[in-house]
Protein backbone atom coordinates (compact mmCIF):
# COMPACT_ATOMS: atom_id res chain seq x y z
CA UNK A 1 0.00 0.00 0.00
CA UNK A 2 1.24 3.31 -1.15
CA UNK A 3 0.58 5.74 1.97
CA UNK A 4 2.21 8.56 0.23
CA UNK A 5 -0.45 8.30 -2.66
CA UNK A 6 -3.53 7.69 -0.57
CA UNK A 7 -2.75 10.12 2.82
CA UNK A 8 -3.84 13.34 0.36
CA UNK A 9 -6.77 11.63 -0.93
CA UNK A 10 -7.78 10.20 2.65
CA UNK A 11 -7.56 14.02 3.59
CA UNK A 12 -9.34 15.57 0.86
CA UNK A 13 -12.21 12.86 1.39
CA UNK A 14 -11.90 13.28 5.71
CA UNK A 15 -12.53 17.16 4.94
CA UNK A 16 -15.25 16.99 2.93
CA UNK A 17 -16.93 14.59 5.73
CA UNK A 18 -16.09 17.06 8.26
CA UNK A 19 -12.65 15.72 10.01
CA UNK A 20 -9.04 15.99 9.78
CA UNK A 21 -6.68 12.82 9.56
CA UNK A 22 -4.54 12.68 12.41
CA UNK A 23 -2.47 9.86 11.57
CA UNK A 24 -2.03 7.10 9.03
CA UNK A 25 -0.22 3.87 9.52
CA UNK A 26 0.20 0.66 7.73
CA UNK A 27 1.92 -2.52 9.68
CA UNK A 28 1.86 -5.84 9.87
CA UNK A 29 1.06 -7.28 13.91
CA UNK A 30 0.92 -11.31 14.00
CA UNK A 31 1.32 -12.11 9.94
CA UNK A 32 -1.88 -9.38 9.33
CA UNK A 33 -1.42 -6.18 7.66
CA UNK A 34 -3.38 -3.42 9.26
CA UNK A 35 -4.06 0.32 8.10
CA UNK A 36 -4.49 2.11 10.88
CA UNK A 37 -6.51 5.83 10.80
CA UNK A 38 -7.50 8.09 13.54
CA UNK A 39 -9.48 11.17 13.08
CA UNK A 40 -10.07 14.23 14.90
CA UNK A 41 -12.76 17.10 15.31
CA UNK A 42 -13.28 19.94 17.67
CA UNK A 43 -16.22 18.33 18.72
CA UNK A 44 -16.42 14.67 20.29
CA UNK A 45 -16.58 11.97 18.15
CA UNK A 46 -18.59 9.05 18.80
CA UNK A 47 -18.96 5.69 18.37
CA UNK A 48 -21.79 6.15 15.46
CA UNK A 49 -19.80 8.61 13.65
CA UNK A 50 -16.66 6.14 13.78
CA UNK A 51 -19.04 3.26 12.15
CA UNK A 52 -19.84 5.94 9.63
CA UNK A 53 -16.16 6.94 9.28
CA UNK A 54 -14.85 3.60 8.65
CA UNK A 55 -17.73 2.81 6.23
CA UNK A 56 -16.91 5.42 4.42
CA UNK A 57 -13.16 4.88 3.88
CA UNK A 58 -13.37 1.23 3.54
CA UNK A 59 -15.86 1.90 0.03
CA UNK A 60 -13.27 5.02 -0.47
CA UNK A 61 -10.12 2.39 -0.08
CA UNK A 62 -11.38 0.17 -2.68
CA UNK A 63 -11.76 2.68 -5.21
CA UNK A 64 -8.70 4.19 -4.79
CA UNK A 65 -5.92 1.55 -3.46
CA UNK A 66 -4.41 -0.74 -6.22
CA UNK A 67 -2.16 -2.54 -4.49
CA UNK A 68 -4.66 -5.93 -4.29
CA UNK A 69 -2.75 -6.05 -1.02
CA UNK A 70 -5.53 -7.13 1.75
CA UNK A 71 -5.39 -5.65 5.15
CA UNK A 72 -7.73 -4.87 7.89
CA UNK A 73 -8.94 -1.04 8.50
CA UNK A 74 -8.78 0.47 11.74
CA UNK A 75 -10.37 3.99 12.79
CA UNK A 76 -10.25 5.12 15.32
CA UNK A 77 -10.38 9.10 17.40
CA UNK A 78 -7.96 10.55 19.73
CA UNK A 79 -10.70 9.89 22.66
CA UNK A 80 -12.29 11.86 25.02
CA UNK A 81 -8.91 12.98 26.65
CA UNK A 82 -7.38 14.20 23.38
CA UNK A 83 -4.04 16.00 23.29
CA UNK A 84 -4.42 19.98 21.60
CA UNK A 85 -2.24 21.84 20.06
CA UNK A 86 -1.58 25.08 21.27
CA UNK A 87 -1.95 26.88 18.24
CA UNK A 88 -5.49 25.93 18.11
CA UNK A 89 -6.63 26.41 21.61
CA UNK A 90 -9.30 29.12 20.12
CA UNK A 91 -11.37 26.18 19.38
CA UNK A 92 -11.50 25.00 22.81
CA UNK A 93 -12.82 28.11 24.97
CA UNK A 94 -15.03 27.02 27.90
CA UNK A 95 -13.53 23.32 27.54
CA UNK A 96 -12.46 21.59 30.27
CA UNK A 97 -8.45 20.38 29.91
CA UNK A 98 -5.38 19.51 31.86
CA UNK A 99 -2.51 21.73 31.30
CA UNK A 100 1.27 20.61 32.14
CA UNK A 101 3.69 23.05 32.07
CA UNK A 102 7.58 24.04 31.33
CA UNK A 103 7.96 25.97 34.78
CA UNK A 104 5.83 25.92 37.85
CA UNK A 105 3.35 28.55 38.24
CA UNK A 106 2.67 29.20 42.38
CA UNK A 107 4.58 26.10 42.79
CA UNK A 108 2.41 23.44 40.51
CA UNK A 109 3.25 22.21 37.25
CA UNK A 110 -0.34 20.64 36.12
CA UNK A 111 -3.67 22.08 36.88
CA UNK A 112 -7.33 21.74 35.13
CA UNK A 113 -9.59 24.17 34.87
CA UNK A 114 -11.61 25.72 32.18
CA UNK A 115 -10.43 27.36 29.01
CA UNK A 116 -12.15 30.97 29.46
CA UNK A 117 -9.70 33.09 27.04
CA UNK A 118 -7.11 32.66 24.30
CA UNK A 119 -4.96 35.33 23.08
CA UNK A 120 -1.75 35.51 21.05
CA UNK A 121 0.51 34.64 24.01
CA UNK A 122 -1.76 33.41 26.66
CA UNK A 123 -4.72 31.31 28.00
CA UNK A 124 -6.87 31.70 30.95
CA UNK A 125 -7.69 29.45 32.57
CA UNK A 126 -10.89 28.78 35.35
CA UNK A 127 -9.52 26.61 38.51
CA UNK A 128 -11.41 25.69 41.19
CA UNK A 129 -8.98 25.46 44.49
CA UNK A 130 -10.77 23.66 47.39
CA UNK A 131 -13.93 25.55 47.36
CA UNK A 132 -12.15 29.02 45.34
CA UNK A 133 -13.09 29.47 42.01
CA UNK A 134 -10.05 31.27 40.40
CA UNK A 135 -8.66 32.28 37.10
CA UNK A 136 -4.61 32.23 35.99
CA UNK A 137 -2.83 33.41 33.01
CA UNK A 138 -0.74 30.63 31.67
CA UNK A 139 2.04 31.49 29.06
CA UNK A 140 1.38 29.86 25.55
CA UNK A 141 5.60 29.15 25.95
CA UNK A 142 4.76 27.92 29.37
CA UNK A 143 2.58 24.83 27.93
CA UNK A 144 4.17 22.09 27.61
CA UNK A 145 1.14 19.56 27.13
CA UNK A 146 -2.30 20.48 27.38
CA UNK A 147 -4.98 17.53 26.49
CA UNK A 148 -9.12 17.66 27.48
CA UNK A 149 -9.80 16.26 30.72
CA UNK A 150 -12.77 14.72 31.89
CA UNK A 151 -14.45 16.57 34.97
CA UNK A 152 -15.40 14.31 37.88
Do not use: C, Q, W
Amino acid sequence: MNLEKIKPLLETKLASMGYDLYSILFNVVKGEKHLSIVVDKVEPIDMNEIVKVSEALSTYLDEIDDSNDPYMLEVSSLGAEKPLKVEALSNYIDRYVEVRMINPINGENIYEGFIRKVNEESIDLEIRIKSRIKEINIAKSNISKIRLAIKF
